[in-house]
């Protein structure tokens, strides 16, 4: 696992304070521009954050002849995790944020 490419903090260490890649702990967005008052920037895992929610979640998508191609498998050739259509789908409400990840609301939660 490497360090975290914009503030250069190790795996399991938090984020500095201005880093660019710290996701609120509160909201899940990124952390310097989301308006929450009490959340923090978390931990760094060693990964992009969202990658891993992508993988789970079967998000994949590239860039094709016609532009970005998204709703692929993740056997399809020079696929990446879907970052994007993950934050359009918590933007949405289509999934929530559990102050760690980004997860699919449970049926209790939808009522």
Known sequence: MRACPDCGVKPGKRH????????CSKCGFQRLS???????G?????????VAECREL???SRFGANGWETGLLATDEGVKEDLNTLTEMGA??????DKKRWVRPSVSEKR
């Open 16 to 23: 500095q304070r201005g880093c660019d890649v710290a996701r």
């Open 34 to 40: 989301c308006d929450c008052k009490r959340g923090n």
């Open 42 to 50: 978390g931990r760094w895992s060693g990964e992009w954050p969202g």
């Open 58 to 60: 079967g998000l994949y």
């Open 92 to 97: 949405r409400g289509e999934l929530v944020w």
